[in-house]
């Protein structure tokens, strides 16, 4: 449609020119914010996707499913809409992403033949000469094309339709280049014969990591994230990202992150290339750590604290903090394990149970309104004789997070039963007025 | 108890026993429990830091583990440097461990997926050696296990706790397999401290020592840790033991 045409439809159509170099160097950009976000194999896919190998980087994340919704919404949030996908392969992950992600979708390991069947033709990544040819041929679904013998189709159109069939479906290997800028510090070593073994690696690994730390002490860096990528002889990479939570340079420390996950590795072949690059970094200087003017502080664990979170993911690793709310389960905040020290903590004057139970579960009573903890109380089929009770602890719903919390309350009692067992129960309500809550009672903790 | 011999043959073999074991500097230092009929039956006074032990609930405590979660709350407290927790069901609050005197700041908590990267958690963090205490909280713990944990605790002198806690009640007869732990406990809970006026009393607990090694069981009642993480015992059972009534009697006459 021609640009006139088109601001003839639309009132106040704005019109901008196209810049292609701009887009190509803005995704390019975006490549680089996924390589420090997500995965250590981080490509463009130009003219308007990305792609990353996310092999070993998804339970980071919480999982493929999680890790796409996440990664949808963080784009979402900056203006981008986008879908993704994950697949066994580059070319169904492409494929799946712009023909079927609602926004976005898992193809499960060896399914992508299914899936991808009944897609049309051009989400084989073919030159649109070549899909307008194919349907004039009267081929409209992928299906159709890998259904009819080769030799008839590659005499007319060339080899590049039964390579990308072959991508598609995993049938030939297709390695991802990754992006790579001058700002970021690498160090590599070929190898003139390829190795294999655990230990060759390790020991390689060690040189590269003191070669990378002698980089960033030049720059007064320290590695937030390390990425050391294998070069295949098949031309294909395997890679192991290491992170930590503060900046690092201590090459022991690096090395034994690294050489924890190398049975993660699967050599092939052999290995021509190794290459070790500090994808985030930050400024490091030096600190004096002990003195005798002060006490000695606390041993250092964040050492600990990467090789777990390597291990499990970081976002499975933290602490709690009070936050000022008197709804309990409102009352705790997860905070990284290293982050500062505030100091601050609960206030100590009401008794509160060590389980705290996700959703709170109802429990029939016996009780006097408005204000008597209740005779008796089943819970999970067991009825329980109230022996002696303390409350109630009346906590007000917050006003200011939810319209329908205005005149919301909770009465919280803490009864022991005839053996002895603490459970911490509440009533919905204030036991008089019906809109402050429905007036039936729940168990939301255990007392040890 | 007897009293020790004060013999030079027995404290050489002491000596050696204590080198083949191979348990050195601070894998022998002991954390006391300040309560003075418990740690008499403890060898060394007290809980050993580089060494493991088992703590689980009784009867509905095995499932929620509860007591026996705020029992080890209450050892990690009064330990130093910070403390791992590692569990699979993310269901403490830490508020009330914060009652019991272990602040916010000092406990890092770990989610593992499940229990082998749970017990991998464990074994690392008391491989590490800066840390107070390793809480673990899990159901299965086979003689394996438990001996890496104990030799790991042992290399850096960190004191870990295994919580045991089922899934179901008829799950909780595994608590009578061996494993390598150094002690065993079983917290049950008791009805609380009587008031003089309605109300629920300080919590009281039925703690067994089932198992410990060099020592012998034994079991107490005792009133649940207070701000500083410390258990007491019962004023009635401090003023109408026995042994107190004899101190009183040796200190007057």
Redesign the interface.
């Known amino acids: 449609m021609a640009a006139t045409k088109a601001q003839a439809l639309v009132t106040n159509l704005v019109v901008m020119d196209a810049d292609p170099a701009a887009d190509a160097e803005a995704l390019e950009r975006l490549a680089l914010w996924a390589l420090q976000r997500y995965a250590p194999i981080v490509a463009a896919d130009p003219p308007d996707g990305l792609v990353i190998d996310t092999t070993g980087a998804d339970h980071l994340h919480g999982g493929e499913d999680l890790m796409l919704s996440g990664m949808v919404n963080r784009f979402f949030g900056s203006g981008i809409e986008a879908r993704a996908a994950v697949a066994d392969t580059w070319g169904a992950a492409h494929a799946g992403a712009r023909f079927l992600a609602h926004p976005t979708l898992v193809i499960a390991p060896c399914a992508q033949e299914d899936i991808i069947q009944n897609l049309p033709i051009a989400a084989l990544r073919l030159d649109p000469a070549i899909v307008h040819g194919l349907r004039v041929l009267g081929f409209n679904t992928i299906g159709e094309v890998a259904g009819v013998p080769r030799a008839p189709l590659a005499l007319r159109f060339g080899p590049e339709l039964g390579r990308r069939l072959d991508q598609a479906l995993g049938k030939t290997v297709e390695p991802i280049d990754p992006v790579r800028t001058p700002d970021l510090i690498e160090v590599r070593r070929s190898f003139g014969e390829p190795i294999a073994a655990a230990e060759t690696i390790a020991r390689y690994t060690a040189k590269l990591v003191l070669m990378l730390c002698r980089v960033l002490e030049e720059k007064g860096l320290g590695a937030r994230r390390v990425d050391l990528l294998f070069h295949r002889v098949d031309n294909t990479y395997q890679a192991i990202r290491a992170g930590t939570a503060t900046p690092v340079r201590d090459a022991k420390r690096l090395t034994r992150l690294i050489t924890d996950r190398i049975e993660t590795i699967d050599p092939g072949f052999g290995i021509e290339i190794m290459s070790l690059t500090a994808t985030h970094a930050e400024p490091l200087v030096a600190s004096q750590i002990i003195s005798s003017l002060v006490d000695e502080p606390?041993?250092?664990?964040s050492?600990?604290?990467d090789?777990?979170g390597n291990?499990?993911g970081a976002r499975?690793?933290?602490?709690?903090?009070?936050v000022a709310s008197d709804v309990?389960e409102r009352?705790?905040n997860r905070i990284a394990?290293m982050a500062p020290?505030?100091?601050?903590?609960?206030p100590?004057h009401w008794?509160?149970?060590?389980?705290?139970?996700?959703h709170p579960e109802p429990i029939e009573t016996m009780a006097l309104l408005p204000d008597h903890p209740p005779v008796s109380f089943t819970w999970r089929g067991v009825r329980r004789r109230v022996?002696?009770?303390?409350g109630p602890e009346r906590v007000f719903g917050e006003w200011w997070k939810r319209d329908a919390e205005l005149v919301a309350v909770r009465d919280y009692f803490?009864?022991?039963d005839?053996?002895?067992?603490?459970y911490w129960i509440y009533r919905a309500g204030d036991g008089e007025h019906s809109e402050t809550g429905s007036h039936q009672w729940f168990l939301h903790?255990?007392?040890? | 108890m007897s009293r020790p011999v004060d013999n030079i043959v027995v404290s050489a073999l002491r000596e050696r026993i204590q080198r083949l074991e191979g348990t050195s500097g601070r894998g022998r230092q002991v954390l006391p429990f300040g309560v003075v009929e418990i740690d008499r039956r403890l060898p060394g006074g007290g809980l050993t830091l580089g060494s493991l032990h088992e703590v689980a609930g009784g009867?509905?405590g095995a499932i929620?583990?509860?007591?026996?979660?705020?029992?080890s709350?209450g050892i990690a407290a009064r330990s130093?440097?910070?403390v791992?927790w590692c569990v699979t069901r993310p269901?403490?609050?830490?508020?009330?461990?914060?009652?019991v005197g272990l602040?916010?700041?000092r406990?890092?908590?770990?989610?593992?997926?499940d229990e082998k990267?749970l017990l991998?958690?464990m074994e690392?963090?008391l491989r590490?050696?800066?840390?107070g205490a390793v809480v673990g909280e899990l159901a299965r713990l086979s003689m394996t296990s438990s001996r890496r944990l104990q030799l790991a605790a042992e290399s850096s002198g960190t004191m870990g706790i295994a919580i045991r806690r089922w899934r179901r009640q008829a799950e909780a007869s595994d608590f009578g397999q061996p494993t390598a732990s150094v002690t065993r406990w079983r917290v049950s809970?008791?009805?609380?401290a009587p008031l003089p006026v309605?109300?629920?009393?300080r919590?009281?607990w039925l703690v067994e020592l089932i198992r410990c090694r060099a020592g012998e069981s034994a079991d107490f009642e005792v009133e649940?840790p207070d701000?500083k993480g410390r258990i007491a015992l019962p004023p009635e059972l401090v003023h109408g033991s026995p042994e107190a009534q004899a101190r009183r009697r040796s200190a007057t006459g």
């Open positions: 606390d041993a250092d664990v050492g600990l604290i090789i777990l291990r499990i499975r690793l933290y602490r709690f903090a009070p309990p009352s705790i394990p020290d505030e100091g601050q903590t609960w100590g008794p509160r149970p060590v389980r705290l139970l996700v022996r002696r009770a303390d803490q009864v022991e005839d053996a002895g067992e603490r903790g255990i007392f040890g | 009867g509905n929620d583990g509860a007591a026996a979660a705020l029992f709350a130093k440097g910070k791992l269901d403490l609050f830490a508020p009330a461990l914060a009652q602040s916010p700041s406990v890092i908590y770990v989610e593992a997926g990267a991998a958690c690392e963090g590490h050696g800066g840390l809970v008791l009805p609380s309605p109300g629920v009393g919590a009281r649940a701000a």
